[in-house]
């Protein structure tokens, strides 16, 4: 299985990403921001970073890359798509998913081993872990307090879509604990905190992360997000 | 030339925690008047001549497209002579 995984001009996270995916057993396939070609992978991670410098709003310029074209009509065509962090942040410009990422509620760019609560496991990206699941992975942001209008939080809260939630404290200010939301399908999920960091325990407070990118794999075999 | 000016500012219901510590830095240096502060973008858009109503429609749509994000911000377009 090929996952695809974009570099834009300031991405950071691309190599751990693509790292993770072969740690899972999948093939990982670079993408550039600048060519529209998604080279038939089978599904694509938008890796975390400071994409065009976080210029304008984060994520802002890079929704507009050739490379998002092409992502926006096949993920919403089905294909697996996962945002984290800076990805996660285009996923919200882009509005492939509700709301927007702002500055965090402290104000400081935050750095931490966080736990998370995996909400809801019927996703392409968290069918590996089991509903209620708390796992520790690493979280590094300045804008990642989630935030939408009263009537989306319902929607999200109501069809299950909040993915994952912090545990404990509220870490940036994001409305009701939200680390993690997808859109209506499954396909597309948007995740704040960092699963490519927690692949391999030299380098990761522990193995955590790993659960995402299995997820995927399994769904791709399966066809659903199982 | 003419300048376009475009201000974008976070909605009244969202956070701002940037305004917020603007707001706490004044009192620290005497200045005692502000009951809130908001932070905001201006974007100075210069064209040649008078701008066209045409222009003017095609910064609107630009502010909603890329300068402004719907979903947080609102903005406002004016000509600066």
């Given at each position: 299985m090929k996952i695809g995984v974009v570099t834009f001009p300031?991405?950071?996270?691309d190599r751990d990403a693509a790292r993770a995916i072969r740690y899972a057993g999948g093939e990982a396939i670079e993408l550039w921001h600048?060519?529209?070609?998604?080279?038939?992978?089978d599904a694509v991670i938008l890796p975390g970073g400071f994409s065009y410098?976080?210029?304008?709003?984060?994520?802002a310029i890079s929704?507009?890359?050739?490379?998002m074209e092409s992502l926006i009509a096949a993920a919403q065509g089905g294909m697996p798509l996962l945002g984290i962090c800076n990805g996660f942040q285009v996923l919200a410009e882009a509005h492939l998913i509700p709301g927007a990422l702002t500055r965090n509620q402290h104000l400081h760019f935050l750095c931490t081993d966080q736990k998370i609560r995996i909400?809801?496991?019927?996703t392409a990206w968290t069918n590996s872990f089991t509903e209620g699941q708390e796992i520790v992975i690493p979280l590094k942001n300045g804008e990642g307090s989630y935030q939408c209008d009263d009537e989306t939080l319902k929607m999200l809260e109501g069809e299950g879509r909040i993915i994952a939630r912090y545990v404990?404290?509220?870490?940036?200010?994001s409305r009701n604990l939200i680390a993690g939301i997808s859109n209506e399908r499954g396909n597309i999920v948007g995740l704040m905190?960092?699963?490519?960091?927690?692949?391999d325990a030299l380098t990761g407070p522990?193995?955590?992360?790993l659960g995402f990118f299995t997820s995927v794999l399994k769904a791709l075999v399966s066809g659903g997000n199982k | 030339m003419a300048t376009i000016v475009v201000d974008v500012m976070l909605k009244p219901e969202i956070l701002d925690p940037q305004g917020k510590a603007v707001a706490s830095a004044l009192p620290r240096l005497?200045?005692?008047?502000?009951?809130d502060v908001r932070q905001g973008k201006r974007f100075e858009i210069s064209v040649e001549g008078e701008p066209t109503s045409t222009q003017l429609a095609e910064v609107e749509k630009a502010a909603e497209m890329l300068l402004s994000n719907p979903v947080i911000e609102n903005f406002t377009v004016r000509v600066e002579k």
């Amino acid at each position: 299985m090929k996952i695809g995984v974009v570099t834009f001009p300031g991405t950071l996270d691309d190599r751990d990403a693509a790292r993770a995916i072969r740690y899972a057993g999948g093939e990982a396939i670079e993408l550039w921001h600048d060519e529209a070609d998604l080279k038939s992978v089978d599904a694509v991670i938008l890796p975390g970073g400071f994409s065009y410098g976080d210029y304008l709003r984060c994520g802002a310029i890079s929704r507009f890359s050739p490379v998002m074209e092409s992502l926006i009509a096949a993920a919403q065509g089905g294909m697996p798509l996962l945002g984290i962090c800076n990805g996660f942040q285009v996923l919200a410009e882009a509005h492939l998913i509700p709301g927007a990422l702002t500055r965090n509620q402290h104000l400081h760019f935050l750095c931490t081993d966080q736990k998370i609560r995996i909400e809801n496991n019927n996703t392409a990206w968290t069918n590996s872990f089991t509903e209620g699941q708390e796992i520790v992975i690493p979280l590094k942001n300045g804008e990642g307090s989630y935030q939408c209008d009263d009537e989306t939080l319902k929607m999200l809260e109501g069809e299950g879509r909040i993915i994952a939630r912090y545990v404990g404290e509220n870490p940036n200010g994001s409305r009701n604990l939200i680390a993690g939301i997808s859109n209506e399908r499954g396909n597309i999920v948007g995740l704040m905190p960092h699963p490519e960091h927690a692949v391999d325990a030299l380098t990761g407070p522990g193995v955590d992360g790993l659960g995402f990118f299995t997820s995927v794999l399994k769904a791709l075999v399966s066809g659903g997000n199982k | 030339m003419a300048t376009i000016v475009v201000d974008v500012m976070l909605k009244p219901e969202i956070l701002d925690p940037q305004g917020k510590a603007v707001a706490s830095a004044l009192p620290r240096l005497g200045f005692t008047f502000a009951t809130d502060v908001r932070q905001g973008k201006r974007f100075e858009i210069s064209v040649e001549g008078e701008p066209t109503s045409t222009q003017l429609a095609e910064v609107e749509k630009a502010a909603e497209m890329l300068l402004s994000n719907p979903v947080i911000e609102n903005f406002t377009v004016r000509v600066e002579k």
